[in-house]
């Protein structure tokens, strides 16, 4: 199996925990916790902020003296806009089930007391279509570059059945602002149906001899998390399963520029 799949550990509890050890990279770090109702999760780091992302039940949730009360709506990542918490560095949160939870625990590095937490409700998430022809893809930011953090780049992505995504290839390895940056990536995977699969490419450029310094090809099933340390990344599902993918980024920098492929940029064009 590749050293870029992470296949969940179970059903309940902590099914995914990747660090930025475990990782071997310095910022992203992506925790998936399925909860039952009435159950309890806390947490808080005092050097690391959180997107604390609903991708499926209601919770409620605080964040040091902030309570939010029941948070989410959607049942199914596939059924609406998402809802999350943004909790700064040095401040602990709780979630407490109220449903069937499964809820995803972004982080990466901050600074202590730089902003207050705060709910990022449905509908303050912009959304927009991307691509055309059988590479649409329907893109919801979570916390995008223009939205307050310190370091985390958080977005969905619903691919549709038999479409492209992350495609044409692009990467963003390099801290060569404004042409490109460094950004580490974690994909979260689900299924539409779940017994489905999609696929996924991590690869870098070829020298002059024709060999790349990473080339890994996944098979990708439902609650799969694939890491991208660099290179190109695109994602291909198959007929009749949609897929939906949660973006975490971090790195030196936080702005997303990134760089295609050149031997596929001309399906812009088209």
Known sequence: MSKLLVKPSGETGCVIDVTPESAGWTYV???????????????????????????????????????FGSVGRRMSPFDGKPSSVYVPAGMDWSATAETDVELAVCTAPGTAGA??????????????????????????????????????????????????????????DEDDLPRQSSLEETYYHRLNPPQGFAFQRVYTDADASGRRELDEAMAVEDGDMTLVPKGYHPCATIHGYDLYYLNVMAGPRRQWRFHNASEHEWLLKV
């Open 29 to 67: 770090g992506f925790a998936l916790h399925k909860l039952k109702p009435g159950e309890r999760l806390a947490g808080g780091d005092a050097d690391r902020e959180a997107c604390l992302v609903l991708v499926s039940g209601k919770a409620s949730i605080t964040a040091g003296e902030s309570n």
């Open 115 to 172: 902003r207050p937490p705060r709910l990022i409700a449905e509908d303050d998430n912009g959304q927009e279509v991307r691509g055309k022809g059988s590479n649409v893809r329907h893109v919801t930011n979570i916390l995008p570059e223009t939205a307050d953090a310190d370091g985390l780049l958080v977005v969905e992505v619903v691919t549709p059945a038999g479409n492209t995504s992350s495609y044409p290839p692009h990467r963003h």
